[in-house]
């Protein structure tokens, strides 16, 4: 039950992260239309531009994949509570899903890394304003769970 507990807490907290970490699941007009707001925002040259699409396209894919594993792992942890299985196969089931949300974090990490290491000064001076409007809401950009959310 703890480790269900934790894996929980894991989701709500991956939500949190701001949103610039997390590659666009919409993969259309939105996620184009947030990079856009950022191209603008920041007065992105089309270089950058054109990077960021890639490094954001890259975690959208790789999200996408892991979201369909994360969906399995839901399912057969409610199946397995539905089932009154044991603690044992609970824990282990809780735990795979929490490392899928892992993977899931690092790969949103890793796309705004590679995102910010493109700024200039300037730049990142802008960007990291935008995370702090409103708390963890975020940019504002190209962003699966929460990039521009509320926005």
Same mark, same amino acid.
């Given at each position: ?5 934790? %894996?929980?807490?894991? +989701? !709500?907290? $991956? =939500?949190?992260?701001? *949103?610039?970490? /997390?590659?666009?699941?919409? #993969? ?25 699409? %890639?490094?954001?396209? +890259? !975690?959208? $894919? =790789?999200?996408?994949? *892991?979201?369909? /594993?994360?969906?399995?792992? #839901? ?29 899931? +974090? !690092?790969?949103? =990490?890793?796309?705004? *890394? ?38």
């Amino acid at each position: 039950m703890n480790k269900f507990i934790l %894996t929980t807490m894991l +989701a !709500a907290m $991956t =939500a949190a992260i701001p *949103a610039v970490a /997390q590659p666009s699941g919409d #993969r259309g007009t939105q996620g184009s239309s947030r990079l856009d707001y950022l191209a603008g925002y920041l007065n992105l040259t089309d270089t950058q531009k054109s990077q960021a699409q %890639t490094i954001f396209t +890259a !975690a959208s $894919t =790789a999200t996408a994949t *892991a979201q369909g /594993q994360l969906d399995s792992a #839901r399912t057969a942890l409610r199946d397995a509570w539905k089932a009154n299985r044991a603690d044992t196969e609970l824990d282990r089931l809780g735990a795979a899903l929490g490392v899928i949300e892992g993977q899931i +974090a !690092a790969i949103n =990490a890793k796309a705004q *890394a590679k995102f910010y290491a493109l700024l200039t000064a300037e730049q990142k001076t802008k960007y990291d304003q935008i995370g702090n409007r409103g708390g963890a809401g975020g940019a504002g950009g190209p962003g699966r769970r929460g990039f521009g959310r509320g926005q």
